[in-house]
Nanobody
């Protein structure tokens, strides 16, 4: 089993920055990728960024140049760094991990609100 706990969400003004953190615990050795998703009210959940076991990263086109994803192995966290936020980035952000045997794990989500 893998446990994921997100933190770092909150209210930020347009143009501001936030860093979300996903703390990973449990059977970490079974994980081969960690992703950040988001879901805005009335919209489908969408993939924002991903990092695989070797450390390769990818971000969605709609956040490219503003968001980056990184991993801190010592802290066992996967972080989503968000810059130049705009109201369209308002959503609940979820951490997701994929592991052996097609296991799929989710955190509880953290709310990000971009508003003046």
């Amino acid at each position: 089993q893998v446990q994921l706990v997100e933190s770092g969400g909150g209210l930020v003004q347009p143009g501001g920055s936030l860093t979300l953190s996903c703390a990973v615990s449990g059977s970490i050795a079974s994980i081969y990728g960690v992703n950040w998703y988001r879901q805005a009210p009335g919209k489908q959940r969408e993939l924002v960024a991903m990092i695989d076991y070797p450390g390769n990263t990818k971000v969605a086109d709609f956040v490219k140049g503003r968001f980056t994803i990184s991993r801190d192995n010592a802290q066992r966290t996967v972080n989503l760094h968000m810059n130049n936020l705009n109201p369209e980035d308002t959503a609940v952000y979820y951490c997701n991990a994929q592991g052996d045997g097609d296991q799929d794990y989710w955190g509880q989500g953290t709310q990000v609100t971009v508003s003046s």
